[in-house]
């Protein structure tokens, strides 16, 4: 039996990638953008086709 609580409803995200061996991935810090007003406009016309 699965100890894992059940979801059954939005996203199901397993990150499954944070299981491998450090060869595979690089932690990095996210980097801060010029223009967030523009990739939030640029999101909400992707969302809204």
Do not use: C
Not at 1 to 25: C, T, V
């Amino acid at each position: 039996m699965n100890n894992k609580k059940e979801i059954k409803m939005g996203w199901h995200l397993d990150y499954s990638y944070a299981r491998l061996p450090k060869f595979f991935y690089t932690n990095i810090k996210p980097s801060g953008v010029n223009s967030p007003s523009l990739i939030m406009r640029l999101m909400k016309h992707f969302i809204m086709q």
